[in-house]
T-cell receptor
């Protein structure tokens, strides 16, 4: 079974731009969660989608948004990028809700200049 | 108190010895606990999940859970250089089902 895939793997943007990241979960998995990982803050939860509905949300500003499609693929959007948004963005999929084992994708490394 | 706390390390352990990684959490009624390993530049990969008090063994890895003390640990027996990585403790918060990760402990196995 193919694992979680994320595109693009690397991205360079400038302040003020917006970016969209994509995540395809493991086949059959219905839950997708997004995380931001930085050296200082560690792995921080952004949001979780289950069956096209946002089920949970972390403490990030409204510039961070996401959605999930009927095939469980998910996208995350960050508008008006700031330097502090530079990070590794990871998505993780699970069969059901977030209490179950999550499997991580390789991540998208975003650099904001 | 932080929701999930880990010693950042680095924890240096000689090859062949037992590495002990610790994690405490704040939500007294949490039910699901996970240990992930993350190599530098890679994404986290699941090592163990544990849901009941006591020990759970899988090969060289043993997870230990003590809900009364709000403490979960990971033991790595016969440590190998390939075990050198950052180990992340994750706890599902009962109040909202969010998974909260600790900041991780860097483990260095000395050859």
């Amino acid at each position: 079974k193919a694992g979680v895939t994320q595109t693009p793997r690397y991205l360079i943007k400038t302040r003020g731009q917006q970016v969209t990241l994509s995540c395809s979960p493991i086949s059959g998995h219905r839950s997708v969660s997004w995380y931001q990982q930085t050296p200082g803050q560690g792995l921080q939860f952004l949001f979780e989608y289950f069956s096209e509905t946002q089920r949970n949300k972390g403490n990030f500003p409204g510039r961070f948004s996401g959605r999930q499609f009927s095939n469980s693929r998910s996208e995350m959007n960050v508008s008006t990028l700031e330097l502090g948004d530079s990070a590794l963005y990871l998505c993780a999929s699970s069969l059901g809700h977030s209490g179950e084992t999550q499997y991580f994708g390789p991540g998208t490394r975003l650099l904001v200049l | 108190q932080k929701e999930v706390e880990q010693n950042s390390g680095p924890l240096s352990v000689p090859e062949g010895a037992i590495a002990s990684l610790n994690c405490t959490y704040s939500d007294r009624v949490s039910q699901s606990f996970f240990w992930y390993r993350q190599y530098s530049g890679k994404s986290p990969e699941l090592i163990m999940s544990i849901y009941s008090n006591g020990d759970k063994e899988d090969g060289r890895f043993t997870a230990q859970l003590n809900k009364a003390s709000q403490y979960v640990s990971l033991l790595i027996r016969d440590s190998q250089p390939s075990d050198s990585a950052t180990y992340l403790c994750a706890v599902v918060m009962n109040r909202d089902d969010k998974i909260i990760f600790g900041k991780g402990t860097r483990l260095h196995i000395l050859p």
